[in-house]
């Protein structure tokens, strides 16, 4: 979004200045607001601002997995009545819910945003709420959950060569390794792959180590327009391309094997248009999904993915994804990386993907 008649390659662009992720656990004793509240909090005070600074927010998170109709109303509590705020919300991870602010604040009338998203899958029972959430003539009936329909992904890579269980079993070892250096990882450890491949299957040919872990969590993030960011940060990460494409929502309807909506997403936030990226956090919920990611985001083999531990780690699903943005955003502030990536998805077998470009630099 640079201007070709200024000297500023990022006049127009929108910069994250600030944001917070909570501990990830198996099961959190308090209120989704309250979870939100800790993190906007400590996102507004990591940007050096007060919530008085703050022009618009949106949120991210399921009433399904909430187990209470507009539950998001009470989400609110954590931004805080006063001032009154413009507020929004999407039934979708907090990765849209950047989106949603980075698009509002290119409107021009406002220079500050907060981003959140949050879930606490601990008060459901997955393989029941997920199916439930599925098109209700043709998905829904067959009572198939994210496990199910992750497995006949799984088995069409596996059969078409692109993937094999023990890669699949390495690349949990590796995710779960990298996690026990992150503060916000919850199932980590060293793990040997031909002990892992020994256990049974939950749902052929995924077994226990390919698989999530069921996580409360959430995360927070301020953005600020161009001439704000440089005001209230020395060194802002800005979001140079930001993009989201989707695909049909019934699985039987496309090829399982590739990710055309990832690959057009990468396209549109211009991933071939600067410098290689360093680093990217995908958000791979299952193994299999990993090296599908990496070639459709054109990835190369030297390519650090998910160094945090990603979501094999921890999976606060409807924060998830926020949480990878995030991630990709503290390898610019903390580890000198210049050009990194932050991945979301939603659906079965990766059917939406959105991906966000990040820089650093003044």
Known sequence: ??????????????????????????????????????????????AGITRDDVDFTCAGSCDYVAGQAFSFVQNIDAVGAWPPKRDSHVEMDGAWALYEAWMRLQIGDIDVA???????????????????????YYLAPLGADAISFAALQARALIDAGKVTERQMAEIAVRTRKAGKDSPYSQVTGDFDADELLKSDYVRNPLRRHDLPPITDGSVAMVIATAAKARELCENPIWI?????????????????RTSNSTTLAAK???????????????????????????????????????????????????????????????????????????????????????????????
């Open 268 to 362: 549109a936030a211009g991933i071939e248009d600067g410098a290689p990226i360093e680093v990217a956090e995908l958000q791979t919920a299952f193994t299999h999904e990993e090296p599908l990611l990496v070639e459709a985001l054109g990835l190369g083999a030297d390519v650090p993915i998910n160094p945090s531990g990603g979501p094999l780690s921890a999976n606060p699903v409807m924060a998830t994804g926020l949480v990878r943005i995030a991630e990709a955003a503290d390898q610019i502030r903390s580890k000198g990386k210049h050009r990194t990536l932050g991945h979301s998805t939603s659906g079965p077998c990766l059917q939406q993907n959105l991906v966000c470009i990040l820089e650093g630099g003044k």
């Open 1 to 46: 979004m640079s201007n070709a008649h200024s000297t500023d390659p990022h006049e127009h662009d929108i910069a994250i200045i600030g944001w917070s992720i909570s501990p990830m656990v198996r099961n959190i004793a308090y209120t989704e607001a309250r979870m939100l509240l800790d993190v906007v909090t400590g996102a507004v005070n990591d």
């Open 240 to 256: 140079t391309g930001f993009a989201h494409y989707t695909e049909s929502h019934y699985v039987g309807m496309r090829d399982l």
């Open 114 to 136: 907060v981003a959140m998203g949050s879930g606490r899958s601990s008060t459901s029972d997955p393989e029941l709420l997920y199916s439930m959430e599925m098109d209700p």
